[in-house]
């Protein structure tokens, strides 16, 4: 059995009871609601790809519809991509602004993400153009130009508080993994590792194993076999090509706000909600929710 999940964004609460019904008279299943103004599920639809026939009624309305497995809904495991997943920005591209390198550099990232250039190479490149510019800089605009994705916390905090593990698994830089997976609450954090010489200055390399989409799918077979649970048991959540490995693999697989390809291939794509849809997606109700 299946369930079908309608999610709108909690900024932009627009499901109804109207829009359920509408939808549920199409798919069958019984109507529950998990968060009102904002998520419902229909438990058990008894047409052919119900998602896509929720899609048909709900048009142009900013509301997601996917479906999941109705079993083992509860994941044990959270891997998470920072950058335009668990933060709004790509943070080698601000670092680029820093050094009136955006356009450039983001071009590059841009087409990286898309899954048109190498990774590595890619990211090899852009480092290497960012030598010279120094810590505090990088600190500063931690601070001032970085925000969090909406919904990230409460998704963070409501799956640790039900025993589940989070990991923060980024092909960007630990300087700014370590500081957003504090501040949203993982448990864990990995990423590339900057060099810096002697004067606090980047010096256009990183040090150590490159996380690349291997790594991140690795990382997600590993964290799953240290807890001693199946893959079923994880959630992958991402919007770049080199998610895309662990997203598919992972028991709940999520494109969130994704480049084309990875919505495209993942089994479930989030296009108008926040992150806290990871959560109605796993069946947990407005009263479970841990801000
Ligand atoms: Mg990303």
Not at 245 to 268: F, N, R, T
Request: a negative charge.
């Amino acid at each position: 059995m299946s369930v079908l999940c309608l999610i709108a964004n909690p900024a932009r609460p627009v499901l109804t009871p109207r829009i359920v019904e509408a939808v549920q008279e199409k798919t069958g299943g019984t109507i529950n609601w998990l968060h009102r103004e904002i998520a419902c599920e229909i438990i058990g639809p008894s047409t052919q790809s119900p998602e896509t026939v929720a899609r048909k009624v709900l048009q142009d309305l900013p509301v997601d519809a996917a479906r999941v497995p109705a079993r083992n809904r509860r994941k044990k495991l959270l891997l998470a991509d920072m950058d335009s997943t668990m933060i709004e920005q790509e943070c080698i591209d601000e670092m680029a602004a820093a050094l009136d390198l955006k356009p450039r550099i983001a071009a590059i990232t841009a087409r990286a993400m898309a899954g048109e250039l190498d990774f590595a190479q890619a990211l090899a490149e852009r480092v290497s153009l960012l030598a010279g510019l120094d810590a505090n800089t990088i600190k500063t605009l931690r601070r001032e130009a970085i925000t969090l994705a909406p919904g990230g916390r409460v998704l963070v905090k409501t799956m640790r508080e039900h025993g589940a593990k989070t990991v923060l698994v980024s092909g960007g830089f630990t300087i700014f993994a370590d500081y957003f997976a504090r501040r949203i609450g993982f448990d864990q954090a990995i990423a590339n590792q900057l060099e810096f010489d002697e004067n606090e200055t980047l010096n256009g390399r990183v040090t150590g194993p490159l996380v690349t989409a291997q790594t991140k799918l690795d990382q997600l077979q590993k964290q799953a076999e240290q807890l001693g649970i199946p893959l079923s048991a994880t959630l992958a959540v991402g919007d770049g090509a080199n998610d895309l490995p662990m997203i598919l693999k992972a028991g709940l697989g999520v494109a969130m706000h994704a480049k084309p390809m990875v919505e495209e291939k993942a089994p479930v794509a989030i296009r108008h909600a926040d992150l806290s849809a990871l959560l109605y997606l796993q069946g947990y109700g407005e009263q479970d929710l841990v801000y």
